[in-house]
């Protein structure tokens, strides 16, 4: 599983990761290399073609860290957008409050429901103590109500007793009363697939899922069957209130595109992943995980992750050090702005510390976060005792370092005025005494 793409995606890193600068055509080519890797592995067009927008347009605007290559950033850009892709955290079960919590299982025949459904139950019975009665009503495929009875004998789990001539409907009232009466905790549905997505089972599906209300309603999909999988995975979306997807045969070669595609088609998490035929073969899905496995490059994204820390502590001390003796120099003014564009913009900060909603106006007023790099430009072209004592800035340097940054000397003012603003908002801030606690919503 995700082989070959692991392999493609490492063949395009390597290329950027030796680099010592990146332009924006470099990141470019390699984002339309990731783009035919995504689509080669099966992963759904629009889902490739979002993910590669998203990725591109962090990669260019990015900071590039001390001590780490633009590519190795990269990297960890790729790594996170996968994460996210896949759906962040490691999504639990719901199981509601007022037993018997309803799970019910839905997907195309041969997806592997009936399987993961005795999975399911076991692994609720053995990890969480929980009493579990599972049902099938499958009344289409001949045996399906004996075949989940054998595997109820195999893991120790109640099953319903099989009625002959009854509707999905009528099975579904029935188990949901005799598991409110044994008692149980969990009550597992296991309802019928067809061979193809059609409109009878879709209202069969609605019909249970409006009597019994599960908790969950888990959709069972191939990973092996690709592009057909996110298909399924759309049509059920659309019809059934999904509240997750279960991915089956992942220990086979798929090439990854369902699982790529699953999140961001039907707006799901995935839940957990079939491992094989044992019954004991179902995981928990760990999107970090598999987008560590996807990338096979764990030590970059970590070593980027503590570069980034490690930046960030080093600037929030600095700051405390020069704040607790009432300094707020250009110097300072920029590495808050540099850390504000890290937290995604002005608005980020939003009411964040108390007296910065002032300028904070101030700069919005004059063009919202485009203006965070402007200021920049601005305080590149000061001389460092212009940094150090903005107070020596009269109208001769002001026009010097508005010609220097491609500004006017009214742009050059309102950022003296934010810089007096933020000055004395942190003087403030020093009274207060909140400095560490503020400082470290900053960092
Ligand atoms: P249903 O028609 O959706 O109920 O599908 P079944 O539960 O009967 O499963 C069909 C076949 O797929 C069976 O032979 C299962 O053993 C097999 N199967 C189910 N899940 C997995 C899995 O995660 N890995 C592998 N290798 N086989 C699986």
Do not use: C
């Not at 079960?93 to 309803?102: I, K, Y």
């Not at 399906?144 to 054998?150: D, G, W």
């Not at 790099?373 to 305080?379: G, K, Q, T, V």
């Amino acid at each position: 599983m995700f082989d070959s793409l692991s392999d493609r995606l490492g063949g395009v890193f390597e290329r950027l990761r030796g680099r010592g600068a990146l332009s924006e055509a470099d990141v470019r080519t390699a984002m339309r290399e990731v783009r035919i890797a995504l689509l080669e592995a099966d992963v759904a067009l629009p889902v490739a073609r979002d993910f590669v927008e998203k990725v591109t347009e962090q990669a260019v605007g990015q900071n590039v860290l001390r001590s780490v290559t633009p590519g190795q950033q990269v990297v960890k850009i790729v790594h996170d957008a996968l994460i996210d892709m896949l759906g962040s955290d490691t999504a639990e079960l719901e199981l509601g409050v007022t037993p018997p919590a309803v799970i019910m299982l839905v997907g195309l025949q041969g997806s592997g429901k009936t399987t993961t459904t005795a999975k399911l139950a076991r692994l609720l019975a053995k990890s969480q103590g929980k009493k579990v009665m599972m049902a099938s009503l499958d009344v289409n495929r001949p045996a399906a109500q004996e075949q989940l009875a054998v595997l109820g004998t195999q893991t120790d789990t109640v099953t319903l007793p099989i009625v002959a001539g009854q509707t999905p409907v009528e099975i579904a009232r029935r188990a949901l009363s005799s598991a409110k009466l044994q008692g149980f905790d969990v009550l597992m549905l296991d309802t019928a697939g067809r061979l193809h997505v059609d409109q009878a089972l879709m209202d069969e599906m609605k019909a249970v899922a409006d009597i019994a209300t599960p908790a969950e309603i888990l959709l069972v999909v191939d990973s092996l069957t690709g592009q057909d999988a996110v298909n399924v995975a759309s049509s059920f979306s659309e019809q059934v209130p999904l509240t997750g997807v279960i991915l089956t045969r992942m220990d086979g070669d798929a090439r990854g595109g369902a699982a790529l595609s699953m999140r961001a088609v039907t707006g799901k998490p995935i839940k957990f992943a079939g491992m094989g035929e044992k019954l004991d073969a179902i995981e928990p899905f760990h999107p970090k995980r598999v987008a560590g496995r996807i990338l096979g490059m764990g030590d970059v994204v970590s070593l980027v992750e503590r570069a980034a820390e490690s930046i960030q502590e080093e600037d929030a001390e600095r700051m405390a050090s020069r704040l607790a003796k009432g300094q707020f120099d250009m110097n300072d003014l920029r590495s808050q702005l540099a850390q504000m564009r890290r937290m995604g913009g002005i608005g980020a900060l939003a009411g964040m510390i108390p007296g910065m909603k002032k300028a904070q106006a101030a700069a919005e007023n004059a063009g919202g976060d485009k203006v965070l790099l402007r200021f920049d430009a601005m305080i590149t072209s000061m001389t460092p005792k212009e940094r150090a004592k903005p107070e020596l800035l009269n109208a001769k340097r002001k026009i010097r370092v508005a010609k220097g940054s491609g500004t006017t000397v009214q742009d050059v003012n309102k950022l003296l005025k934010m810089h007096q603003e933020m000055a004395t908002a942190m003087k403030r801030l020093r009274k207060m005494g909140g400095l560490k606690g503020v400082l470290g919503m900053l960092g």
